[in-house]
């Protein structure tokens, strides 16, 4: 089946900096979403993009739509210690009809 | 209401034992998930049900059996489970026709099966 490869696993930063994460495939998707997961909650949805070169911004947080439908990243500015989680990648609209999720990326950050 | 509700929050339960988790939205979605999540994994798709019919079942063992009993409500009936089992198992649910693929989660309930 189709997989998302999701990177880097886990990020160590320090409050202030920037972050950037991104998912890439070997097949196109329609959408792709960007989800947060905190510690004991189920994951929420921060952006959702429909457009190949789609780019997107929710606060700090800017998503972009890979041109080529297989890629996507994520960017968080002047990160806080509340950034901490696990944020998933998600594909929707590929050959399978389900959402494919990514592996995660773990990030925490220092004050 | 923005929410998607479960419950309960937390479950322990032997390997005899039947016991059900439930799911509410108020959203007017029409189609509504079952995920088991285990510790540092994504989520992975178990039942979906679209406007109150079961669309897709993932292969997922009969000891777990859903159920939807109206539009707003999702069940997961739990029997007979093994010790692997044990996972946080979130419910979803997404809006009809545009925002494919924005799914709600709920909080999720943790399983502990011993």
């Known amino acids: 089946g189709q997989q998302l490869n999701q990177s880097p696993q886990s990020m160590f930063i320090q409050e202030g900096e920037d972050v950037s994460m991104n998912c890439t495939s070997s097949s196109i998707f329609n959408t792709w979403l960007w989800y947060k997961q905190e510690p004991g909650e189920g994951p929420v949805l921060l952006i959702a993009l429909y457009k190949a070169g789609e780019l997107t911004s929710n606060g700090r947080l800017t998503a972009q739509f890979g041109i080529t439908r297989k890629d996507s990243f994520l960017n968080i500015s002047a990160s806080i210690p509340s950034d901490v989680g696990i944020y998933f990648c998600a594909g929707h609209g590929g050959s399978q009809g389900n959402l494919i999720f990514g592996k995660g990326t773990k990030l925490s950050v220092k004050p | 209401d923005t929410e998607v509700t479960q419950t309960p929050k937390h479950l322990v339960m032997g390997m005899t034992n039947k016991k059900s988790l439930k799911c509410e939205q108020h959203?007017?979605?029409?189609?509504m998930y079952w995920y088991k999540q285990k510790a540092k994994k994504p989520p992975e798709l178990m039942f979906v049900?679209?406007?109150?019919?079961?669309?897709i079942n993932e292969s997922v063992p009969s000891r777990f059996s859903p159920e939807c009993p109206n539009s707003s409500l999702l069940n997961l009936h739990l029997h007979a489970l093994q010790p692997e089992d044990s996972a946080l198992y979130l419910c979803?649910?997404?809006?009809?026709?545009?925002?494919?693929?924005?799914?709600?989660f709920g909080e999720g309930s943790r399983l502990t099966v011993l």
């Open positions: 049900y679209s406007y109150e019919k079961l669309s």
């Open positions: 979803a649910s997404s809006p009809p026709g545009e925002g494919i693929g924005e799914l709600f």
């Open positions: 959203m007017g979605h029409r189609a």
